[in-house]
């Protein structure tokens, strides 16, 4: 599986980004998409899933400002980010697996990070 993040940029303090994360090659027809991130000096932080099922998490900084969903667009999942704050600004990575317990992830698959940069 790859997965391509993008929709990165460079946004005042209010404004909306959406994140994708396009998923191709060896596909799954029931995975979970995780969004994370990680600021400078800072460890990776979980954000949001969308899980097989197609209920959604979030942690609780990022609740009522994004909206994680799949696009109709057959293995695309986006992150709606709005109300955006400096806090957020952070390299954005998506993650692939189709099952989790614990530690262990299956078909685990990391895509390339996308900037989020959010001015004040």
């Known amino acids: 599986v790859q997965l391509q993040a993008s929709g990165g940029g460079l946004v005042q303090a209010g404004g909306s980004l959406r994140l994708s994360c396009a998923a191709s090659?060896?596909?799954?027809?029931?995975?979970?998409i995780g969004w994370y991130r990680q600021a400078p000096g800072k460890q990776r932080e979980l954000v949001a899933t969308?899980?097989?099922?197609?209920?959604?998490n979030y942690v609780d900084s990022v609740k009522g400002r994004f909206t994680i969903s799949r696009g109709s667009a057959k293995y695309t999942v986006y992150l709606q980010m709005n109300s955006l704050k400096p806090e957020d600004t952070a390299v954005y990575y998506c993650?692939?697996?189709?099952?989790?317990?614990?530690?262990?992830?299956?078909?685990?698959?990391w895509g390339q990070g996308t900037q989020v940069t959010v001015s004040s």
């Open positions: 090659g060896r596909t799954f027809r029931s995975y979970a």
């Open positions: 969308i899980n097989n099922d197609d209920s959604t």
């Open positions: 993650r692939h697996y189709t099952y989790y317990s614990g530690t262990y992830y299956q078909d685990d698959y």
